[in-house]
T-cell receptor, first 113, second 112 residues
Framework: AQSVTQLGSHVSVSEGALVLLRCNYS??????LFWYVQYPNQGLQLLLK??????LVKGINGFEAEFKKSETSFHLTKPSAHMSDAAEYFC???????????FGTGTSLTVIP | EAGVAQSPRYKIIEKRQSVAFWCNPI?????LYWYQQILGQGPKLLIQ????????DSQLPKDRFSAERLKGVDSTLKIQPAKLEDSAVYLC??????????FGQGTRLTVV
C-alpha cells in the first residue's frame, strides 16, 4: 500500500522568499509522485510529476521538486514566492498503472507581502 | 481538449435524502476516480474505475454510497441516505493510467 505524509499543514513565507513544502511517501514499489495546487473553490491542478528518469522535476509557475529515494521524499520548492502562490498544495502518489492514487492531507501556503 | 465535467456544482439537501453526482471524463481516459474532500482535508479516494470495472472501492461506504460507470465513459456517484458528515466536495478525475489524473471542479455538497 502507498501513502504520503505532508509535514506542516500551514506554511507562511514572505513574498520573494524561498518556498519549501515537504512530502514523504511510503511505497512497496517505485511510485509515481505528484504535486497538485488547489485555489479556493477550484479543482486540483497538476503542478508537476515524477515518473522515471531525472529526479529533479520542473513544473509550472516556477515550482520544482526532487525525488530522493534514500529519503523517500519529494519536497516542493520555489526560489521566490509570489502573492499568487497562496493556495493549498497536495502531494500524491500512485503506482505506475495509476492505481492507489492517494493524496496527502495538504499544506496551506500563505504569502506575506 | 475539454476537461473533466462535473455536475451539479453545488447541492444542498436535508439529511436522509438522496443525491447523485455526475462526471464526464476526458475522452479516451479509461481510468476514472471519485474523491471525497472534506473541508480542511486532502482528497480521499472513494472508488476507481478502469473502463467500466471497479479497481478499488476499499474506502467507499457501501452501505450508503454507490457508483457506476456504464459503458466505461460517464459515471454517477450516489448517496442514499445522506448524513451530515457527508458534507464535502466530491471530485472526479480521469487519466490514461500511469499519467496524472485531471480533475473536474467538483460538486460541493451540503447536508443540513
Amino acid at each position: 500500500a502507498q501513502s504520503v505524509t505532508q509535514l506542516g499543514s500551514h506554511v507562511s513565507v514572505s513574498e520573494g522568499a524561498l518556498v519549501l513544502l515537504r512530502c514523504n511517501y511510503s511505497s512497496s514499489v517505485p511510485p509515481y509522485l505528484f504535486w497538485y495546487v488547489q485555489y479556493p473553490n477550484q479543482g486540483l491542478q497538476l503542478l508537476l510529476k515524477y515518473t522515471t528518469g531525472a529526479t529533479l522535476v520542473k513544473g509550472i509557475n516556477g515550482f520544482e521538486a526532487e525525488f530522493k529515494k534514500s529519503e523517500t521524499s519529494f519536497h516542493l520548492t520555489k526560489p521566490s514566492a509570489h502573492m499568487s502562490d497562496a493556495a493549498e498544495y497536495f502531494c500524491a502518489v500512485s503506482d505506475i498503472t495509476g492505481n492507489q492514487f492517494y493524496f496527502g492531507t495538504g499544506t496551506s501556503l500563505t504569502v506575506i507581502p | 481538449e475539454a476537461g473533466v465535467a462535473q455536475s451539479p456544482r453545488y447541492k444542498i439537501i436535508e439529511k436522509r435524502q438522496s443525491v447523485a453526482f455526475w462526471c464526464n471524463p476526458i475522452s479516451g481516459h479509461a481510468t476514472l476516480y471519485w474523491y471525497q474532500q472534506i473541508l480542511g482535508q486532502g482528497p480521499k479516494l472513494l472508488i476507481q474505475f478502469q473502463n467500466n470495472g471497479v479497481v478499488d472501492d476499499s474506502q467507499l461506504p457501501k452501505d450508503r454510497f454507490s457508483a457506476e460507470r456504464l459503458k466505461g465513459v460517464d459515471s454517477t456517484l450516489k448517496i442514499q441516505p445522506a448524513k451530515l458528515e457527508d458534507s464535502a466536495v466530491y471530485l472526479c478525475a480521469s487519466s490514461l493510467g500511469g499519467v496524472a489524473g485531471v480533475f473536474g471542479q467538483g460538486t460541493r455538497l451540503t447536508v443540513v
